[in-house]
């Protein structure tokens, strides 16, 4: 099946600095990737949907400017977090949409997550 | 807007109990119909799908009908495994081809020797 991964897994930083978490889809290409946010025992927040090549689409709330997001080819896309402070720890989560025909088109594979945590 | 509701949790069972896990969703027409899990520390991992009315999406043991006239998904399995302690989340996903999975709170379960 289709793998979708991310990197770093675990990531520590201090207030202040940024962060850059990556998410790869290793055996398809993705045109439409989508960036989740995750608190503790909640459900997921989507934070913004990138398709390859144009920018990305912010879910109401959700500041573009502190999260920027890349999608620079069909099998990469980055969050970057800038100016990191504590209340942006959390365990964020990148999904990507396969680039076929069909309803299958429209399945979103999960990578495993990334837990921020800022000091 | 579309929305999921589902059975709040913690779920504990013993092992080999019988497991039901309600969902009902919100939308207009025929959206498809998702149930995820989540291991701890991981991301989340498709169970199964449904994506018509009448369907029975399966996988793992694990079982969810897609009734229409009950706007309901409930995931259901005979015998549950220690193996089975994760979050289930269900979720739509919006007709035509919406992009926006819409998610459910999640249940946690789990299950003791």
């Known amino acids: 099946g289709a793998v979708v991964s991310q990197h770093p897994s675990r990531v520590i930083c201090k207030s202040g600095t940024s962060v850059k978490i990556e998410c790869r889809s290793l055996?398809?290409?993705?045109?439409?990737m989508f960036w989740y946010r995750q608190f503790p025992k909640q459900s997921l927040m989507l934070m913004a949907t990138?398709?390859?090549?144009?920018?990305?689409?912010?879910e109401q709330g959700v500041e573009k400017d502190k999260f920027l997001i890349n999608h620079a080819s069909l099998t990469l896309s980055t969050l970057t977090v800038t100016s990191a402070h504590p209340e942006d720890s959390s365990f964020y989560i990148c999904?990507?949409?396969?680039?076929?025909?069909?309803?299958?088109?429209?399945?979103?594979?999960f990578g495993p997550g990334t837990r921020l945590t800022v000091t | 807007g579309d929305s999921v509701t589902q059975m709040e949790g913690p779920v504990t069972l013993s092992e080999e109990a019988f497991l039901t896990i309600n969902c009902t969703y919100t939308?207009?027409?025929?959206?498809?119909l998702f149930w995820y899990v989540q291991y701890p520390g991981e991301g989340l991992q498709l169970l199964l799908k449904?994506?018509?009315?009448?369907d029975k999406g399966s996988n793992k043991g694990f079982e969810a009908t897609y009734r229409k006239e009950t706007t309901s998904f409930h995931l259901e399995k005979g015998s549950v495994q220690v193996s089975d302690s994760a979050v289930y989340f269900c979720?739509?996903?919006?007709?035509?081809?919406?992009?926006?999975?819409?998610f459910g709170k999640g249940t946690k379960l789990t299950v003791n020797p």
């Open positions: 999904s990507a949409r396969e680039m076929t025909s069909g309803l299958s088109s429209y399945e979103q594979y």
């Open positions: 055996d398809f290409q993705a045109t439409t």
């Open positions: 990138s398709n390859e090549g144009s920018k990305a689409t912010y």
């Open positions: 939308a207009t027409g025929y959206p498809s």
């Open positions: 449904a994506t018509k009315a009448d």
């Open positions: 979720a739509l996903l919006g007709q035509g081809g919406s992009e926006k999975l819409v």
